[in-house]
């Protein structure tokens, strides 16, 4: 049975939620109606995935995704009546690894999470070589970590299948639309930019322990670069 938390003020929509996810069968569903209580619940029950509201009381959806991610690589979903352009890129760039607008269909939501717990729990039990090391980079596909030096670094779900990807095909050169097939899947459309801000964040925290690897290769794409 996979845990979802669903972060959500409104009883009413909440409940809705929880109801479609638990007509569809082999999923355990948990409510918080503010960003505190959610953070709370988060450490305890250790969800396998969340979906969040940004609009929400005491601690709004931005810090929360903000603070889920310097510990959780699991899947966050967005919900939420916000549909600026600003407000999807700044959640992006927070982590998430979804994002979907009120009014929305809760059909397609219960299809969402299935296909993002999908791809971050089948992804890795389909990869070769699931422990490896890049000098002081280790990688584990089966366990969903990256370390440096032995200590773990707090990857989102995407950010983690990109280095996954780029380092289980170090030295070739990855186009932009081939990591959005591979990362995000055909049936969902990302543009590049998306693209662009992940692997941005990606290099940040790579940064912050002295790795380097990930190279633009101008007009063609990305890659690992040993």
């Not at 669903?6 to 009883?11: G, H, K, Q, R, S």
Request: charge should be negative; include cysteine.
């Amino acid at each position: 049975m996979r845990k979802i938390l669903i972060a959500e003020d409104n009883i009413e929509i909440s409940d809705m939620m929880r109801n479609y996810l638990l007509k569809s069968g082999d999923m355990t569903v948990y409510q918080a109606f503010d960003g505190s209580q959610a953070l709370d619940m988060a450490l305890h029950i250790d969800p396998d995935l969340v979906l969040l509201d940004i609009m929400m009381p005491v601690i709004d959806g931005y810090e929360v995704c903000r603070r889920l991610r310097e510990s959780k690589t699991i899947p966050v979903i967005v919900v939420s009546a916000k549909v600026a352009e600003e407000d999807k890129e700044r959640m992006f760039s927070l982590g998430a690894d979804d994002y979907m607008t009120k009014p929305f269909s809760f059909k397609e939501m219960v299809m969402r999470v299935r296909a993002q717990l999908r791809r971050y729990y089948d992804f890795n039990a389909q990869q070769t070589g699931s422990d490896r090391r890049y000098g002081r980079l280790n990688i584990s596909s089966s366990r969903f970590e990256a370390k440096v030096d032995g200590v773990d670094i707090p990857l989102s779900a995407k950010e983690f299948k990109i280095l996954d990807y780029l380092t289980l095909n170090a030295d070739q050169i990855i186009p932009k639309q081939k990591l959005i097939d591979e990362v995000w899947g055909i049936d969902e459309y990302i543009d590049e930019n998306t693209v662009v801000v992940t692997i941005a964040r990606l290099r940040d925290k790579l940064a912050k322990v002295d790795i380097h690897n990930v190279v633009t290769v101008w007009g063609l794409g990305y890659k690992w670069q040993d």
